[in-house]
């Protein structure tokens, strides 16, 4: 059964950092261009980051570039991603997702995970 679970969120002060963990299971995410998600409660989902199918390519939103960083551990089949300097605007369900294509689409991912919550608040 091919499975995404997300873990990591929590609540943090402004200007902390969070690391989530996006476990994949019954596939290898290297094979998979794999995708950060997020939606802000009212407000439509958006893509935080994505990493290519084999890793080449790295990209962010412009609102988190420069403050997270996605990386991918192969060996335990598992992305993150590192958020650092958070703001109360991050504050959102964060998902993964995997597409067998080459890059991450938004309407397009293939698997999802159910979402971590991240609440940045004083």
């Known amino acids: 059964q091919l499975q995404l679970v997300e873990s990591g969120g929590g609540l943090v002060q402004p200007g902390g950092s969070l690391r989530l963990s996006c476990a994949a299971s019954?596939?290898?995410?290297?094979?998979?261009?794999i995708g950060w998600f997020r939606q802000a409660p009212g407000k439509e989902r958006e893509g935080v980051s994505c990493?290519?199918?084999?890793?080449?390519?790295?990209g962010y939103a412009d609102s988190v570039k420069g403050r997270f960083t996605l990386s991918r551990d192969n060996a335990k089949n598992t992305v993150y991603l590192q958020m650092n300097s958070l703001k109360p605007e991050d504050t959102a369900v964060y998902y993964c997702?995997?597409?067998?294509?080459?890059?991450?689409?938004?309407?397009?991912?293939?698997?999802w995970g159910k979402g971590t919550l991240v609440t940045v608040s004083s």
């Open positions: 019954g596939f290898t995410l290297d094979s998979y261009a």
């Open positions: 997702a995997a597409r067998a294509g080459r890059l991450c689409r938004g309407n397009g991912m293939d698997y």
């Open positions: 990493i290519s199918k084999g890793g080449g390519i790295t």
